[in-house]
Nanobody, 125 residues
Framework: QVQLVESGGGLVQAGGSLRLSCVAS????????MGWFRQAPGKGRDFVGG????????LYADSVKGRFTISRDNAKNTVYLQMNSLKPEDTAIYYC??????????????????WGPGTQVTVSS
């Protein structure tokens, strides 16, 4: 069983930055693919980005490419989402998720096995 807890959300002005963290319990964290998703009010849960276990492979949604960066520290069981140049349309609840499959980053939320409760990010114009 894996438990995930996100932190770092908040209110920021457009153009600002936030860094989200996701701490995971479980000894196998270093082998999981970790993903970040977001869900705006009235919309589905969208893929933001993900990172492979070795940090050698990352994948980003086109909407955040060049602005967001995902990294992980396996020694701390933590994955990060650095968000720069934030826009009002980035406003959403952000979730981290763990995929137990030892492989590539996948973009479908249904592929992920464990989820955190989410953290709210609000970007004002």
């Amino acid at each position: 069983q894996v438990q995930l807890v996100e932190s770092g959300g908040g209110l920021v002005q457009a153009g600002g930055s936030l860094r989200l963290s996701c701490v995971a319990s479980g000894r196998a964290f270093s082998t999981y693919v970790m993903g970040w998703f977001r869900q705006a009010p009235g919309k589905g849960r969208d893929f933001v980005g993900g990172i492979r276990w070795s940090s050698s492979g990352t994948l980003y949604a086109d909407s955040v490419k060049g602005r967001f960066t995902i990294s992980r520290d396996n020694a701390k069981n933590t994955v990060y989402l650095q968000m720069n140049s934030l826009k009002p349309e980035d406003t959403a609840i952000y979730y981290c998720a763990a995929d137990q499959t030892y492989g590539m980053v996948r973009q479908s939320a249904t592929e992920y096995d464990y989820w955190g409760p989410g953290t709210q990010v609000t970007v004002s114009s």
